[in-house]
C-alpha cells in the first residue's frame, strides 16, 4: 500500500521540531481527516537554510510533511513556492488516492510559512494557521482536546 520512501519517511522522519526565532511558521489543518502541519523556517539571504516540522495525524502525514522539509531545505523562497503536492507525493514514490490529502497540506505548509515570512519582513502582523477549508487551526485544535 504504501512505498518504502514512505515508510522510510514514517519511521524516520526528517526535520522534527520548530526552529526557536523561526522567519516563518505556517500551521494548515485539514478538519475532515484531523491533520494538522505546522511548519517553521530560518531564511538567509532568499535561501531555506532550515526547515523543521511538527504534524498531528497519519504516517502519510508525516511522511510528506518530513519530505517537503527535505524538499525545500537549501532551495530559494520561489523555488520552494513551486512545489506542489503532486511533487511531495512523486518524490515519495506516491501516495494512495485516499492519502494524496496529506501532500496537499504539506504544499499548503510550506506556503503559509513562507506567507507569514513575507508578512513578517513587510511588517505586518497576524498569525498564519488556517485550514484548507479557511477555518482557523484553533477550531481543529478544540476538536482535538474534547
Known amino acids: 500500500m504504501y512505498s518504502e520512501k514512505v515508510m522510510d519517511h514514517f519511521m524516520n522522519p ?7 526565532d523561526a522567519d516563518g511558521v505556517g500551521q494548515v489543518g485539514n478538519p475532515k481527516c484531523g491533520d494538522i502541519m505546522k511548519m517553521s523556517l530560518k531564511i538567509e539571504n532568499n ?8 504534524t498531528f495525524g497519519c504516517g502519510a502525514a508525516v511522511a ?3 519530505m517537503a522539509t527535505e524538499l525545500i531545505k537549501g532551495k530559494t523562497i ?3 513556492l513551486a512545489i506542489t503536492n503532486k511533487a511531495v507525493a512523486d518524490a515519495l514514490d506516491g501516495l494512495p488516492p485516499v492519502k494524496m490529502h ?3 497540506l504539506a504544499e499548503e505548509a510550506i506556503k503559509a510559512a513562507l506567507e507569514d515570512y513575507m508578512r513578517k519582513k ?3 502582523t497576524g498569525d498564519n494557521k488556517t485550514t ?4 482557523r487551526c484553533e477550531d481543529i485544535e478544540h476538536l482535538h482536546k474534547d
Not at 47 to 54: G, H, R
Open 14 to 20: 526528517r526535520n522534527v521540531g520548530e526552529i526557536e
Open 64 to 66: 510528506t510533511s518530513s
Open 102 to 104: 496529506c501532500s496537499n
Open 78 to 80: 520561489e523555488e520552494a
Open 122 to 124: 513587510n511588517g505586518e
Open 47 to 54: 535561501i531555506i537554510v532550515d526547515a523543521k516540522f511538527k
Open 132 to 135: 484548507s477549508c479557511g477555518r
